[in-house]
């Protein structure tokens, strides 16, 4: 049965790598070869070689861009971690309080960025948003501040709450998780020994939970390097394009532009930032295994 | 062979779960003892925070018009109404249109996701095929290359394929999309079956689709399930890809419809009522679906965030 079953798996696994050939392969093929083409869907494509990447280099909104994502990924990420682990740290015991907290930390991740991008637009509005309201009556701020779209720090700081609020509990489930997965003993005898909870976090947790820690340490900054829906919803770039990431960018340039090439030279480049912390996420995966 | 480097299944155990594992952390060991009550209002204050935006949305939602449109808003509707339901109803192509477009787009990822991945799972993680390791890399291909950065070539594709403004095309983004994730689960699910059940049926003499059948899917159900559950979530969310193909308005899915609500007063300024009341019907499934099948979610997340 040996060389009928090599071919009995092979039919079996066909679909799924016909379906990866010709939506992902084949596109990816085209999407180089479009990058080497100026090429604005009215006009037919026109050779330009490397022309799109070195205007790419030359243009100042793609540096504002990748400066302005980068930053939102420098900000977040820390705090995700940081208040992920900490959430984790207290839900980590398995009493019915802790459960619940958990389940209900949780929540917002299963809601559509979108969806919670529309919340938060509405709570941070200027007039009609309760955030400001809220401020307000508490005597903090005299006049409404305006959150979204006029300051790009403000507008990054909003999103990022609102992105924290959303995202927090998955790191928190994974950090839990890891945790728990600590022997009993080693935790019991750390406590025989009189160890106090912080020297127990610092000595023994954090160490042992470290590959989780970049695991999620790096899911978030890929995620974070490809954020789009929160700023298209939240500030559409707003002020003067400040605020569009480096997805944002690539989407204007392709779609309402139509600057096909340029676009696709953009993703490409996109594409090979993604690539490189890609490799060092499935390094750090491979290696905590063997 | 130069190797790519590959997640190798974590753990064969899929159902691994949190209570299971953690049965050692009973509520006294981790934390001791007076600082439990400060914890336990520590998390108290931690689920009104992450509570407040939502049940704030679902109560904007339930005032007036005028009222969800006052200058200073209320926290709370003085009067409930549904008056911002009705007008979601009726907005623009209506919103069971849009409702049916999401449920249809899900209901097709959903399938095709099932189709190519339960088969593509079962070879992966139970024949010998030459170059298999490679297979599997190629197959995870879209993980390396983020979708956001292939919808301008597959926008072409499909315009030329009239897969525009089509909901099927945007199921077949969903599907690529989440077809990494799938596949892993799935053959980390195929992986964890005992092999005395397959040779049993196979000494039997029946066929490597009848063991798929009789022996495999009655333990697949767990995988399956969480396969379904993060595509439904994933395509029911989607954003960018429905903004890129879809432009016609009879053909928008949920998220866009909220994004289109969002200037819709004769001065272009936001209904917020029915911009909320859109964000509440957005939510209410994946909400629910998540407080049904927790642990399915938990356990895929385990499995696949190590992907």
């Known amino acids: 049965m040996t060389n009928r079953s090599k071919l ?32 604005s869907l009215i006009t037919p494509p026109e050779f330009v070689g490397l022309q799109n990447y070195i205007d790419a280099f030359a243009d100042s909104q793609f540096w504002i861009s990748l400066r302005f994502t980068l930053k939102y990924t420098l900000y977040i990420t820390p705090i995700l971690m940081i208040g992920g682990y900490l959430v984790a740290l207290l839900v980590t015991p398995n009493s019915g309080l802790s459960r619940f907290t958990r389940t209900i930390v ?76 600590i022997p009993h003993e080693i935790t019991e005898a750390a406590m025989v020994d009189g160890a106090g909870l912080w020297q127990r976090v610092r000595k023994l947790i954090l160490p042992l939970t470290r590959r989780t820690i970049l695991l999620v340490t790096l899911v978030s900054v890929i995620g974070s390097l490809l954020a789009f829906d929160q700023f298209y919803i939240m500030t559409a770039g707003q002020p003067r394009n400040l605020t569009a990431t480096s997805v944002f960018f690539v989407y204007l340039n392709s779609f309402p532009y139509l600057k096909l090439g340029y676009g696709a030279a953009l993703s490409m480049i996109l594409a090979l930032i993604i690539l490189g912390f890609t490799i060092v996420q499935m390094m750090l995966t491979r290696r905590a295994e063997t | ?41 520590v998390s108290i204050v931690l689920c009104l925070v992450m509570l407040t935006p939502i049940v704030l949305s679902v109560s904007a939602s339930l005032k007036t018009t005028q009222e969800a449109a006052a200058v200073p808003p209320t926290y709370f509707p003085s009067e409930l109404s549904l008056d911002n339901y009705e007008k979601l109803w009726d907005y623009g192509s209506g919103l069971p249109r849009y409702l049916t477009n999401s449920v249809i787009t899900a ?16 070879g992966l993680a139970r024949f010998p095929i030459p170059g298999k390791e490679l297979i599997f890399v190629f197959l995870l291909l879209a993980l390396i290359i983020p979708y956001q950065a292939l919808l301008t070539p597959i926008f072409l594709m499909f315009s030329t394929l009239g897969l525009t403004n089509n909901l099927f095309g945007l199921a077949i983004v ?17 992986e964890a079956v ?64 909220l994004a ?45 965030a190590v992907k």
């Not at chain 1, 790009?152 to 994974?174: C, E, Q, R």
């Not at chain 2, 969903?174 to 195929?190: D, E, G, K, V, W």
């Not at chain 2, 957005?282 to 909400?287: E, N």
């Open chain 1, 8 to 39: 009995t798996g092979f039919w079996y696994v066909l679909p799924a790598l016909l379906f990866v050939v010709t939506f992902t392969a084949w596109p990816f093929l085209q999407m180089v070869w479009i990058s080497l083409n100026e090429w």
């Open chain 1, 106 to 181: 949780f929540i917002p991740v299963v809601i559509g960025l979108g969806a919670s991008s529309f919340l938060w637009y509405w709570l941070f509005s200027p007039n009609y948003g309760l955030i400001n309201k809220f401020l307000i009556d508490l005597g903090i701020i005299d006049t409404p501040i305006l959150w979204l779209g006029v300051d790009a720090d403000l507008s990054n700081w909003a999103i990022i709450i609102s992105v924290t609020w959303k995202v927090l509990g998955f790191g928190m489930i994974l950090f839990v998780a890891a945790i728990q997965a």
């Open chain 2, 1 to 41: 062979m130069t190797q790519v480097s590959l997640p190798q299944p974590v753990g064969t155990d899929l159902e691994l779960e949190m209570e299971a594992v953690g049965s050692a952390h009973r509520g006294g060991r981790f934390w001791s003892g007076r600082s439990r009550y400060l914890l336990g209002a």
């Open chain 2, 107 to 122: 209901f097709l990822t959903i399938a095709m996701t099932l189709i190519l991945t339960v088969p593509a799972g079962y």
């Open chain 2, 174 to 190: 969903h599907t690529l999309i989440q077809l990494p994730f799938s596949i892993y689960i799935m053959r980390n699910a195929f």
């Open chain 2, 194 to 257: 005992p092999r005395e059940l397959e040779e049993a049926a196979l000494v039997d003499g029946a066929s490597t689709w009848q063991v798929l059948r009789r022996v495999f899917l009655p333990n697949m159900v767990p995988a399956i399930i969480t396969v379904t559950l993060f595509a439904f979530v994933m395509s029911w969310n989607e954003f960018l890809g429905a903004l890129v193909m879809l432009t016609r308005d009879t053909t928008l899915t949920l998220p866009l419809v």
């Open chain 2, 260 to 304: 289109a609500a969002r200037s819709v007063t004769s001065l272009g300024s936001t209904d917020w009522g029915m911009l909320q009341a859109g964000v509440t019907v957005a939510i209410i499934p994946c909400v629910l679906f998540y407080l049904l099948l927790q642990r399915y979610y938990v356990s895929g997340l385990l499995t696949g």
